[in-house]
């Protein structure tokens, strides 16, 4: 049950209820993640301006390694739900999605995933990534691409914790 109730869209502020409705017009339903979010319209808006940031112009595979490392470490089964999809769509295999936790082992990654992959995790962990991994994404991606990279992985750590702690559902 959550802690807090994730808001219809009538039940929700205007502000909140364009949010929802232009959410539901674009996926086809509302997560509740958002309904709940809806409770506060200025970080509703603020997390559905981000979410639209973050799937811009970096390659979606590389965006949903990284949302996914974070949902294995954060054990989000609501965000597992919709980034094992968004993953599959964007071309991870069943063995990249299996192999999150022992990403280092896996041969199921190339070396610029794992950086991708231990970019997330070092950031998640220590809110610090080491040089030689900024290093060799700074190779790999170019600077608009690094900073989608932390903003989604920022998302992810916030979207994952979020629900979380407040116990949201799946619709």
Same mark, same amino acid.
């Given at each position: 049950?959550?802690?807090? @109730? @994730?808001?219809?869209?009538?039940?929700?502020?205007?502000?909140?209820?364009?949010?929802?409705? =232009?959410?539901?017009?674009?996926?086809?339903?509302?997560?509740?993640?958002?309904?709940?979010?809806?409770? =506060?319209?200025?970080?509703?808006?603020?997390?559905?301006?981000? =979410?639209?940031?973050?799937?811009?112009?970096?390659?979606?595979?590389?965006?949903?390694?990284?949302?996914?490392?974070?949902?294995?470490?954060?054990? $989000?089964?609501? $965000?597992?739900?919709?980034?094992?999809?968004?993953?599959?769509?964007?071309?991870?295999?069943?063995?990249?999605?299996?192999?999150?936790?022992?990403?280092? =082992?896996?041969?199921?990654?190339?070396?610029?995933?794992?950086?991708?992959?231990?970019?997330?995790?070092?950031?998640?962990?220590?809110?610090?990534?080491?040089?030689?991994?900024?290093?060799?994404?700074?190779?790999?991606?170019?600077?608009?691409?690094?900073?989608?990279?932390?903003?989604?992985?920022?998302?992810?750590?916030?979207?994952?914790?979020?629900?979380?702690?407040?116990?949201?559902?799946?619709?």
């Amino acid at each position: 049950m959550p802690h807090l @109730p @994730p808001l219809g869209t009538d039940e929700a502020t205007l502000d909140a209820r364009g949010a929802l409705e =232009a959410l539901e017009a674009r996926l086809g339903q509302v997560p509740n993640m958002y309904r709940t979010f809806a409770h =506060a319209p200025k970080v509703l808006a603020a997390a559905v301006a981000m =979410a639209q940031a973050v799937r811009s112009d970096l390659p979606a595979k590389v965006r949903e390694l990284a949302y996914l490392k974070i949902v294995q470490l954060t054990d $989000c089964h609501v $965000c597992r739900h919709y980034h094992e999809a968004l993953g599959r769509k964007a071309g991870l295999t069943e063995e990249q999605i299996r192999d999150l936790d022992r990403f280092e =082992a896996s041969d199921a990654y190339s070396e610029a995933e794992r950086d991708v992959l231990r970019f997330a995790e070092q950031w998640s962990a220590d809110g610090r990534v080491s040089e030689d991994v900024l290093d060799r994404l700074k190779r790999l991606l170019s600077h608009e691409h690094l900073v989608i990279l932390a903003a989604t992985v920022a998302q992810a750590n916030f979207t994952t914790r979020f629900n979380n702690v407040f116990g949201v559902e799946l619709p």
